[in-house]
């Protein structure tokens, strides 16, 4: 062991020696790393969680408590469950675009994409919803863009003007006979 003590016994004001637990994980330039930890878990539960682990592992597990550590210090409520469900929408949101990239690849090879069961659409808690589709902003009919107004507003004309078509072609003699009854 050299004559510099690790982070975590530096940390703590006690002499570091060979049997150190810490001293492979937290060397002397990584002060911030071992402060997070001790903030947020304390030197014992480290020590106890590192000591029941295999040799192998405990670096990950090291990795993941800093993680995990400065998380909670900069999240205090939400911790590395923000980043964790931000990372299920990334997710799920690739989901979706790849599937309709295989629909729009299906429709210039006239096959049948496969059925592919994706999880239902993730309830963002920000509106991230298109409120004229109810479909997630990022998915609308332009494969992936969102609509402009401009878009928004021809597409309600033309609906408008086939309702009125149709309402004139089911009913022919209602909009003669409005005129017939005006002075």
Do not use: W
């Given at each position: ?69 400065n998380s ?22 690739l ?12 429709s ?21 919803y ?14 992936g ?9 021809e ?29």
């Amino acid at each position: 062991m050299s004559s510099t003590p690790c982070a975590a016994c530096k940390y703590l004001r006690r002499k570091c020696t060979q049997a150190c637990v810490f001293a492979p994980y937290f060397p002397a330039n990584k002060h911030a790393d071992y402060a997070a930890i001790h903030k947020v878990f304390g030197a014992s539960q480290v020590h106890k969680i590192l000591h029941d682990l295999h040799p192998n592992q405990r670096q990950d597990a090291v990795t993941s408590l800093v993680y995990e550590a400065n998380s909670f210090l900069h999240h205090p409520v939400h911790g590395c469950t923000l980043h964790i469900h931000n990372l299920q929408r990334q997710l799920k949101d690739l989901q979706n675009q790849l599937q309709i990239a295989k629909n729009e690849l299906a429709s210039y090879t006239n096959t049948v994409p496969p059925l592919v069961d994706l999880p239902s659409p993730v309830n963002y808690q920000q509106n991230n919803y298109n409120t004229v589709l109810m479909m997630p902003a990022d998915v609308s009919n332009n494969y992936g863009g969102q609509l402009t107004s401009q878009q928004l507003q021809e597409e309600a004309h033309r609906v408008e003007s086939e309702n009125i078509t149709q309402m004139q072609q089911m009913h022919p003699d209602a909009a003669q006979s409005k005129g017939d009854d005006c002075p």
